[in-house]
Structures are given as structure tokens and as C-alpha cells.
């Protein structure tokens, strides 16, 4: 394999594991009533549309349908990727539902 073929692969691996991030995140708020779209520019005000989110929302069920994705869960999994903006969000989402 050769620099230019092992570059690509990294490149699409990160994206498909982004993609798994998003859906996780997105399941997650379904799950507990949230709108996905809106954390997310709750989170980044100053970014244009997430255009992979838009396609990954696509893939999420209903809550009823859905496995249970704990909190911890979703707040690791979003930092992994260095969105800790985000996951500040969630975790003050988390913190009124606890109330």
C-alpha cells in the first residue's frame, strides 16, 4: 500500500467513525426528547449547517425503538473527537434533566 492509498484509508476510517459519533449524539438526544440540530448549534452558534448530520439524522429511530445510550456514553464518545463544546451542552442538558 502506498502513501497516497494508506492517506486515503486514515482519511475515510476518521469519517466513518465521525459519522457513528454523530449518529450516537443524534440517537442520544431522540432518546431523551432533544433536538440534535439545535445543541448542536447551541453548541457551535457560529458554524454553518452540519451537513453530515443532516444525513446521519436520517439513520436514527424513534426513542421507543432505540437501544438505551447512556449519558457517559455519548459525553465520551463526543470528546474523543474534540468536541467539547458540544459535549459541555449535553452535560448541562444532563444536569437539568437530574433536577
Request: aromatic share 8%; proline share 4%; glycine share 2%.
Amino acid at each position: 500500500m502506498n502513501k497516497n492509498e494508506m492517506e486515503k484509508q486514515v482519511i475515510e476510517s476518521y469519517q466513518k467513525d465521525e459519522r457513528m459519533m454523530i449518529l450516537i449524539f443524534s440517537q442520544w438526544c431522540i432518546n431523551n426528547g432533544l433536538d440534535p440540530e439545535k445543541l448542536y448549534v447551541e453548541a457551535y452558534p457560529h458554524q454553518e449547517k452540519n451537513n453530515t448530520m443532516t444525513e446521519v439524522l436520517e439513520l436514527t429511530v424513534p426513542a421507543h425503538e432505540s437501544e438505551e445510550i447512556p449519558d457517559q456514553t455519548v459525553l465520551n464518545v463526543l470528546q474523543l473527537f474534540g468536541n467539547d463544546d458540544l459535549a459541555f451542552v449535553v452535560q448541562e442538558y444532563i444536569e437539568k434533566q437530574e433536577k
